[in-house]
Every structure is written in structure tokens, then in C-alpha cells.
């Protein structure tokens, strides 16, 4: 995945926790920080909005659909 620098402001305990695990688990604490916003916003129901399927995709899914009934009809 990209990346950005970005500038943060977190309080004192968080930053801490932050840094301690992070050493624990042998990362950064950028790394440790975006793992963990990543899982709190999947835990919160956050859901990653799918991408547009590419023209290809979706002749790959006709292709598939058509394959599948031709599958069945044959028994």
C-alpha cells in the first residue's frame, strides 16, 4: 500500500501504548498506528467501498454465468 506523512496529535498514554507495542511486535510506530486504525475501523462497521468492476471483469463474469448454464442444461 501507498503511503502518506501525515502530522498526528495524540495524547501522551496513547502515544505510549503506541510505542510499546509497536516495540513488542517489532515495528514502527507509523506501522503499529495504521494497523491499528485500520482494525478499530473494521471493528467500528466501517466497510471498504468496492471498486467499479473493469469492462473485462464483467465480460469475465457474463462468461462465467453463461459457462455455469450451459453446465447445468447439459446435466
Given at each position: ?36 486504525a485500520r482494525r478499530e475501523a473494521v471493528r467500528t462497521g466501517y466497510t471498504p467501498q468496492r471498486a467499479p468492476a473493469t469492462p ?20
Open positions: 500500500m501507498a503511503t502518506r506523512k501525515v502530522t498526528l496529535s495524540l495524547d501522551s498514554g496513547a502515544l505510549e501504548f503506541a510505542e510499546r507495542a509497536a516495540k513488542a511486535h517489532g515495528i514502527s510506530v507509523s506501522s503499529w498506528l495504521s494497523k491499528a473485462s471483469a464483467e465480460s469475465d463474469e457474463a462468461e462465467l454465468t453463461a459457462a455455469e448454464k450451459d453446465l447445468r442444461a447439459q446435466g
